[in-house]
């Protein structure tokens, strides 16, 4: 066997023999009583996320899952790339769902003339009551063995699930049919009885209930069907995020191109992305230029240039022209398979919201089955006659079945996390959706966050007699050989206009102070305004101080004894910042523009982008303070940021929003990453975690509301236990149906 991290001390197992909540809730107990285990269950991935001390092996939690009358087998990880190396076997679950289905089909096929006959009486011929057993008793027995085998199992453990109730019924009508048929009046010759959605007064004994046995049977069969197939459904995003990566790749060795399958690719191997073809791994580009298609990453369409010395991420699409890439990450360590695993452990894990549910199974069935004994004796008690009472108590029992309130929770966070993780937005766990329900305010960091965090020339402003295409040209060559950032941005900029550079000589970096370079035989001087040697006129020096007023930065150009002109560069306001923050003002919240950077820099970037409320010159102890005094004064406080200095305040925040663009010190400090360092991915995180709770609580509402409704009715007999059945089974649909809505969810930037 595979050893499963146990340096880590967690693990995940795959739960077998699963039914319903009250097993995933038995499971957990069990597994939560070995000392030094911290065990959480869910029934929708059918997994269990086990973090254990180093004493405890993966033998023993398997050991005390078969205890509880399950199995269990470790998950052995896979990584994005391993999972799309080959044509994967189908999935155990897979499987269930080809053997239900066929289950379904055949019961449904028998089910059908036995309802036909029970509720049209001008078709009951003679005998017809001992076709309708022939029919029925391979579906009671054959069909419904699923329920009857969990029952059992329940049973050698002295506990109950909802197959307890669902076995119990259907075998308690189809034993009275078999006591009416053979030793009452009911198996007559010509008999006949009306169909009747409520119970009637009499002994019993010339009643059958094939129908209802039969009925419920194929009903939940159904039911259980379309959760399994809809569960397989709501993990599409996980699966298609893990199996999204290249299979072969081309590897550059020995000056020649090696095709390979991808698992062979090592960590500093070259290989080769043609257009078209997938990144095989996460690596940085070292020959070439192109376009790359991020959307399955980012949730953007617009394809991400790229050139020498930029980072590619694996499954990401090459658009235009060949790249060379040097692998940095393979298997397990890429972002590709970093997403899944974040996804993956949001999912296992419970929202609060959760546990009232699995609270309320724990005791549920034992609840149900007692009150199904009561109002069986108090019918028989006042008379009511056994045929009646009898219905009544099966009813209870059938109706009561909760698995609608053991779906609720896990299928919506499935999906809303599946959904999530196609838009780029990785919650690390289901206490986000609690969290982002009760925000209020939005702090936002300034450099990287609302802005682009790259110096970018916004001016060039020539002195008079000066063309600006020259003062570009001149001050761009002199930057050409400089490896400052600003000297960067006016060469890029210089390019990106198109503008062509002369040739220098005897460049010389003047430390702190600028640049300088002798073109033509003139000596031309890039410096910042302090270390300006000649005067500036009244013009320059107004344009110097606005550019500094704004938290820009103003580089002079001068030749010889006179200012040639000045060149403003600053970090922009990212294109869609302005919008995104009018759309979190729509939905109700604050934002505050929390940065260390200069107050003038800062309130010119708010009035861009429409915040009002600016806290600058903090530093990072400072933002967290910032937060501290927003929190004490009853706001809740969710933080944006991408950088190492914005982690304590990340993780100080009611919530912590981390770009994925930024550190990883800062992604790793916070609640929820937003993979494409776009702020529409705020606005979309935080509406999709809404939604996704509001799902939660609707699933939660009806599956009580529907038990609390249908129970009293079913006591009182004024319900068929094959209807019954039938509500019980669409309940279940219903919670399922309304979690996958959420697979629609769109960006709110549309």
Not at 213 to 227: D, I, P, Q
Not at 229 to 257: F, I, N, P, Q
Not at 428 to 449: F, H, N, Q, W, Y
Not at 581 to 607: F, Q, S, Y
Request: with cysteine; hydrophobic share 50%; charged share 20%.
């Amino acid at each position: 066997m595979t050893e499963v991290a146990v340096a880590e001390r967690e693990v995940d197992l795959e739960l077998i023999g699963m039914t319903c909540a009250s097993c995933a809730n038995r499971i957990e107990r069990k597994l939560n009583k070995l000392e030094g285990v911290v065990a959480t269950v869910n029934y929708a991935t059918e997994r269990a996320h086990v973090e254990h001390d180093e004493s405890i092996g993966s033998d023993q939690l398997v050991e005390a899952v078969r205890a509880a009358g399950y199995d269990a087998t470790p998950v052995i990880p896979r990584s994005a790339q391993s999972a799309a190396a080959g044509d994967a076997p189908p999935s155990r679950n897979e499987i269930e769902v080809a053997a239900l289905r066929q289950r379904l089909i055949v019961s449904a096929v028998l089910t059908v003339p036995v309802i036909a006959l029970a509720m049209v009486p001008a078709w009951q011929f003679t005998n017809w009551q001992w076709l309708s057993l022939v029919l029925a008793a391979p579906v009671i027995v054959w069909g419904a063995l699923p329920f009857h085998r969990a029952a059992f199992a329940a049973l050698k453990h002295a506990t109950t699930t909802m197959d307890t109730l669902i076995s119990v019924g259907t075998i308690a009508a189809f034993g009275w049919s078999i006591y009416a048929l053979f030793w009452g009046d009911a198996g007559v010759p010509g008999m006949t009885h009306g169909f009747d959605l409520i119970a009637t007064r009499g002994d019993g004994s010339s009643h059958i209930y094939l129908e209802a046995a039969a009925g419920v049977t194929t009903f939940l069969l159904a039911g259980r069907y379309f959760e399994k197939s809809s569960k397989l459904r709501a993990g599409d995003a996980l699966r298609a995020l893990a199996e999204v990566g290249a299979k072969d790749v081309t590897v550059l060795r020995s000056g020649r191109e090696v095709t390979v399958p991808i698992a062979d690719l090592q960590v500093g191997e070259r290989f080769v992305v043609r257009p078209g073809e997938k990144v095989a791994t996460d690596g940085v580009v070292t020959a070439g230029a192109s376009a790359v298609d991020q959307s399955m990453l980012t949730g953007e369409s617009v394809p991400v240039e790229v050139t020498a010395g930029d980072h590619v991420v694996g499954g990401t699409v090459n658009a235009q022209g060949r790249l060379e890439v040097t692998a940095s990450a393979v298997g397990a360590d890429t972002a590709l398979a970093h997403m899944a695993k974040v996804v993956a452990d949001a999912q296992a894990g419970k929202a609060q919201v959760q546990r009232l549910a699995d609270r309320v199974s724990a005791y549920f069935v034992p609840t149900v089955i007692a009150i199904a004994a009561g109002v069986l004796g108090f019918w028989l008690g006042v008379g009511g006659g056994a045929a009646l009472a009898f219905t009544a108590a099966v009813s209870v029992l059938v109706i009561a079945c909760p698995c609608a309130l053991g779906l609720a929770t896990p299928t919506a966070l499935m999906v809303g996390t599946g959904r999530g993780a196609q838009l780029g937005i990785l919650l690390k766990g289901p206490e986000v959706l609690e969290s982002t329900r009760r925000i209020d305010t939005v702090a936002l960091d300034k450099t990287g966050t609302v802005t682009t965090g790259e110096m970018t020339v916004s001016e060039v402003i020539p002195a008079d007699g000066v063309e600006a295409r020259d003062l570009l040209a001149r001050a761009a060559a002199v930057e050409a050989d400089s490896e400052h950032p600003i000297g960067r941005a006016v060469v890029r900029h210089a390019a990106d206009e198109g503008v062509e550079l002369p040739a220098t000589a005897e460049f010389t970096n003047l430390a702190g102070a600028g640049v300088t370079a002798y073109i033509d035989g003139l000596r031309v001087a890039v410096t910042g305004p302090r270390a300006v040697t000649v005067e500036l006129d009244a013009r320059m020096r107004s344009v110097i101080d606005d550019a500094a007023a704004r938290g820009a930065t103003p580089v002079v150009v001068h030749y010889l004894d006179a200012v040639a002109g000045v060149i403003v560069v600053a970090d922009t306001v990212k294109p869609t910042s302005a919008a995104a923050i009018a759309e979190l003002k729509r939905m109700g919240l604050r934002p505050v523009l929390l940065t260390g950077d200069n107050a003038g820099a800062a309130r010119h970037v708010a009035d861009q982008v429409g915040i009002d409320e600016v806290i600058a010159d903090v530093k990072p102890d400072g933002k967290v303070d910032a937060i501290a005094r927003m929190t004490d004064s009853g706001r809740v406080v969710a933080m944006v940021g991408d950088g190492v200095n914005d982690a304590a305040a990340l993780a100080s925040a009611d919530l912590g929003l981390a770009m994925g663009t930024g550190t990883d010190v800062a992604i790793e400090a916070s609640d929820l990453t937003l993979v494409s360092g776009d702020l529409w991915a705020v606005v979309d995180a935080i509406a999709l975690a809404r939604k996704t709770l509001r799902t939660i609580k609707s699933n939660l509402f009806w599956a009580f509301a529907y038990n609390v409704a249908a129970l009293p009715l079913a006591a009182a007999a004024l319900l068929n236990p094959m209807m019954a059945g039938l509500a019980m089974a669409l309940s279940s649909v219903f919670v399922v149906a309304n979690s996958l809505r959420l697979r629609t969810f769109r960006s709110r930037r549309a």
